[in-house]
């Protein structure tokens, strides 16, 4: 459970640090941007159970696919998909720290 609650906990803050560092002048427009990729997430209501603390996203749902990542990575460098791409990466990055983590649980 506290897995779950630290992995929510990080989700909201990881794209705050990064927005305050990146762009402290539009934080506000930055965070909001970052924090809606976090609709990449809808996939898993096309899961059965919708949520099981003991799945890896990454690789499960079709918007966490492996080939997927480098898209989002390529986001980062074209200037007006640069935030999307920031945020969906930190996302994904995110999730993958929680498989790992689930693996040590």
Do not use: Q
Not at 19 to 41: G, N, W
Not at 74 to 81: D, R
Not at 83 to 90: N, P, V
Request: hydrophobic share 60%.
């Amino acid at each position: 459970m506290e897995r779950a609650i630290i992995h929510m906990i990080l989700h909201f803050l990881v794209p705050a640090v990064a927005a305050k560092m990146v762009y402290p002048r539009r934080f506000m427009f930055a965070y909001i941007v970052m924090m809606a990729t976090m609709l990449v997430d809808l996939d898993h209501l096309f899961a059965n159970p919708v949520y099981d603390p003991n799945r890896c996203s990454i690789g499960t749902h079709f918007l966490h696919s492996y080939w997927l990542v480098p898209i989002y990575l390529a986001f980062c460098f074209i200037p007006k998909l640069r935030l999307i791409g920031l945020g969906l990466i930190i996302h994904m990055l995110l999730d993958g720290i929680d498989c790992i983590w689930m693996s040590f649980v």
